[in-house]
């Protein structure tokens, strides 16, 4: 048993020699793999990371963000694997005038990568102006919500608009919370246009669900700042103007859950993360 500990731990010291001399031959880029847990199923109900979106700012609250440009900073590029495009069919149960069979795909995927995904960093305390939409629009169109993942700066604005001739009851609620509601918009008829701010009224993310139709989902990214993303297909995602110092960064995503990982940002350095459910 000693002779095989002391194997592997020669194989793990090469591989580290290997990797640092790679480091120092570009003195730019920086790697960091996430292997993926061995029991699905804990990732996928392990969402209590997904709260950490409300408080990924600086301060002992996490609500601490100043704008401000950094003497110095890196980045952080980064790919979402594991997935492949995956169709879920959905069949109405009534107002079937309305709401017809259609099919949505809630795992957008190409080249191995898992679209709409929600990718944030936790524990940034600076940076830029935060780049996300302070509008934006929601359509619920044949008993569905479009588009299913955006993102939104806190305390910005939703559009939504209704083509549908139904009863509806839309609610926000925080994911990851029970019964944290941010507020109900109905509609009765189609053409109806209604803004609301406090869906977005401070960093979260939150679900948007029709009471009276079940299938109806979406959800709303709240940013704290800037260092905020959600994937496409590909799965990829990019954070540039990064303060250097070490941050967890956290990835969400409706069907497999949240994980979660540490990553240090040097100046001048493209630091490297490939994730996989």
């Not at 002779?3 to 730019?28: H, I, P, W």
């Not at 509008?135 to 619920?140: A, C, D, E, F, Q």
């Not at 979660?260 to 040097?266: E, F």
Request: proline residues 6%; hydrophobic residues 40%.
């Amino acid at each position: 048993m000693d002779g095989r500990r002391a194997v592997l731990l020669l194989a793990a010291l090469v591989g580290c020699d290997e990797s640092r001399a790679t480091e120092e031959a570009n003195g730019r880029i920086a790697d960091v793999a996430v292997t993926p847990s061995a029991d699905h199923a804990t990732a996928v109900l392990r969402d209590s990371g997904v709260l950490s979106l409300a408080r990924a700012a600086g301060g002992a609250d996490g609500l601490q963000y100043t704008v401000s440009a950094p003497d110095s900073s890196g980045s952080i590029v980064g790919k979402i694997g594991g997935g492949a495009p995956r169709d879920t069919s959905i069949t109405p149960t009534h107002d079937l005038s309305v709401c017809r069979p259609f099919t949505q795909s809630l795992v957008p995927s190409r080249d191995g990568g898992v679209g709409n995904s929600v990718v944030w960093l936790v524990g940034v305390a600076t940076g830029p102006r935060d780049d996300a939409p302070r509008r934006v629009r929601i359509l619920l169109d044949g008993c569905r919500l479009d588009p299913r993942v955006q993102r939104v700066v806190a305390g910005g604005t939703v559009m939504l608009t209704s083509r549908d001739a139904m009863m509806t009851r839309l609610q926000f609620i925080d994911v990851g919370r029970v019964s944290a509601s941010r507020g109900t918009v109905l509609f009765n008829d189609a053409g109806q246009v209604v803004p609301t701010s406090d869906a977005a009224k401070v960093p979260g993310l939150v679900q948007i669900r029709d009471d009276l139709h079940p299938w109806v989902r979406a959800y709303l990214a709240v940013t704290p700042h800037p260092f905020v993303a959600v994937t496409a297909a590909d799965g990829a995602f990019r954070f540039d103007t990064v303060p250097p110092g070490s941050y967890t960064l956290v990835i969400w995503h409706e069907r497999f859950g949240t994980k979660q990982q540490r990553v240090r940002v040097d100046a001048h350095v493209e630091t490297r993360v490939e994730l996989t459910y």
